[in-house]
């Protein structure tokens, strides 16, 4: 189990990560949106980490506005 700065930490490097993808495959690809539609797309040629970062920062932005690690364990359950 990761402590809180570590997990932190790792949102930071996600996020870093995540803004570099999307200026690499540009602001408006649609390969870029959280949720990804694929017609007339190859899953194969679609594939980036683009969209679970962005809802992993989202569950993480949830996550503090209901007050953080342990206090929002029972609430997520009502958005997941």
């Given at each position: 189990?990761?402590?809180?700065?570590?997990?932190?930490?790792?949102?930071?490097?996600?996020?870093?990560?995540?803004?570099f993808q999307v200026n690499k495959f540009g602001k408006d690809n649609p390969l870029t949106a959280l949720?990804?539609?694929?017609?007339d797309v190859?899953?194969?040629d679609a594939f980036s980490s683009v969209p679970y970062e962005k809802g992993s920062c989202f569950l993480f932005y949830l996550e503090q506005l209901l007050g953080g690690p342990g206090k929002s364990d029972n609430k997520c359950y009502v958005f997941c």
């Open positions: 189990m990761m402590n809180e700065e570590e997990v932190d930490d790792l949102q930071i490097f996600s996020t870093r990560v995540t803004h949720k990804v539609v694929l017609k190859d899953p194969d």
